[in-house]
T-cell receptor, first 115, second 109 residues
C-alpha cells in the first residue's frame, strides 16, 4: 500500500531563516506531487505541483520554492522566511496523468511557526 | 473555476445523532472527494465519489452529478467524528482541486 511521509511534524523558525520541508511517497511510481498551505481558518491553497522529476509548476507567486530531486521526493524551501509563511503545510500525491480525475492522498502535515 | 459551497458551516451534535452535510458545486466535475480533517490536522480520505452512492461503516455519501450536489451522511455520531469535513472537486484538464470551506462538526458526549 502507499504511504506518504512528511517531516518535520512541527517547526519554529525565526524570520529570515531558511526552510526545508520534505515529503516522500512509498509504494507507488511516477506520482503527481503537491504542496498545499493551510493558513488560519479552513481553506487549503495549492502552492506547487509536480508531474515528474525536475518538473515544478507554481500556482501562487510567493517566497517559497519547490524541487523534486527524485521520483517520490518533494521538497519545499525558502531562503528567507517571512512571518506570513506561518501555516500548516500539507504534501499530497495522486496517481496517473489525469490528476483531476484521480483521488488525492495527503500526508500528516508540517506545522510551521515563524517568529 | 468551479465554485463549491458547503453547508452548514458549523454543526454541533449530541453523540449518537445523525447528520447530513451538503456540497453544491457550479460545474461538471471529474473528481469529488470528501475528507475529514481531524483536530491534529490530518486529512483523511472518506470517499472518492464523482457520482453514485458509497457506504463505509457509519458513513455514506451520494453524489448526483447531473444536479451538482453531494451529500455526506454520518450516522450514530461519535466524539471522534469531530473535525472539519471538506468537499473537494476536480475539473477537466486541471491539476487544481477546489476545496469547499468545510463544515466544522463538533460531537459532544
Amino acid at each position: 500500500s502507499q504511504t506518504i511521509h512528511q517531516w518535520p511534524a512541527t517547526l519554529v523558525q525565526p524570520v529570515g531563516s531558511p526552510l526545508s520541508l520534505e515529503c516522500t511517497v512509498e509504494g507507488t511510481s511516477n506520482p503527481n506531487l503537491y504542496w498545499y498551505r493551510q493558513a488560519a481558518g479552513r481553506g487549503l491553497q495549492l502552492l506547487f505541483y509536480s508531474v515528474g522529476i525536475g518538473q515544478i509548476s507554481s500556482e501562487v507567486p510567493q517566497n517559497l520554492s519547490a524541487s523534486r530531486p527524485q521520483d517520490r521526493q518533494f521538497i519545499l524551501s525558502s531562503k528567507k522566511l517571512l512571518l506570513s509563511d506561518s501555516g500548516f503545510y500539507l504534501c499530497a500525491w495522486s496517481a496517473g496523468r489525469t490528476p483531476s480525475y484521480n483521488e488525492q492522498f495527503f500526508g500528516p502535515g508540517t506545522r510551521l511557526t515563524v517568529l | 473555476g468551479i465554485q463549491v459551497e458547503q453547508s452548514p458551516p458549523d454543526l454541533i451534535l449530541q453523540e449518537g445523532a445523525n447528520s447530513t452535510l451538503r456540497c453544491n458545486f457550479s460545474d461538471s466535475v471529474n473528481n469529488l472527494q470528501w475528507f475529514h480533517q481531524n483536530p491534529w490536522g490530518q486529512l483523511i480520505n472518506l470517499f472518492y465519489i464523482p457520482s453514485g452512492t458509497k457506504q463505509n461503516g457509519r458513513l455514506s455519501a451520494t453524489t448526483v452529478a447531473t444536479e451538482r450536489y453531494s451529500l455526506l451522511y454520518i450516522s450514530s455520531s461519535q466524539t471522534t467524528d469531530s473535525g472539519v469535513y471538506f468537499c473537494v472537486l476536480g475539473g477537466a484538464g486541471s491539476y487544481q482541486l477546489t476545496f469547499g470551506k468545510g463544515t466544522k462538526l463538533s460531537v459532544i458526549p
